[in-house]
């Protein structure tokens, strides 16, 4: 899914725990983890809610997180932010952030 400054409400307002992926289409880190993101969306479908958002697209997003540099990967649960990671990251260490937030 992809989050715009137009659809966080909406997703912010989700019972379902958020994991957005700040990244930006030049970002050679970002194209890296962009399997690993897709294939973990897929896994946990239903369970936690997966996006991702160009930070040249959704400035309003990006600010309000304080996202400076990418790829920067935030989880959010109740509306918190509760982790985060910045940079490249095996697939197996994202997946033990997304089992922390169930």
Known sequence: MIVTDNNKQDLLASELPLVIDFHATWCCPCR???????????????????GKCDIEEATELTDKYGIRNVPTVIFI??????????????????????????
């Not at 962009?34 to 369970?47: F, K």
């Not at 918190?80 to 089992?99: L, N, T």
Request: aromatic share 6%; no cysteine; hydrophobic share 45%.
């Open 32 to 50: 890296q983890i962009a399997p690993s993101i897709a294939e973990l969306a897929e896994e946990y479908d239903g369970r936690i809610l997966v």
């Open 77 to 102: 649960k109740n509306g918190e932010i509760v982790d985060k990671f910045v940079g490249s990251m095996p697939k197996a260490a994202i997946k033990e952030k997304f089992e922390k937030l169930l």
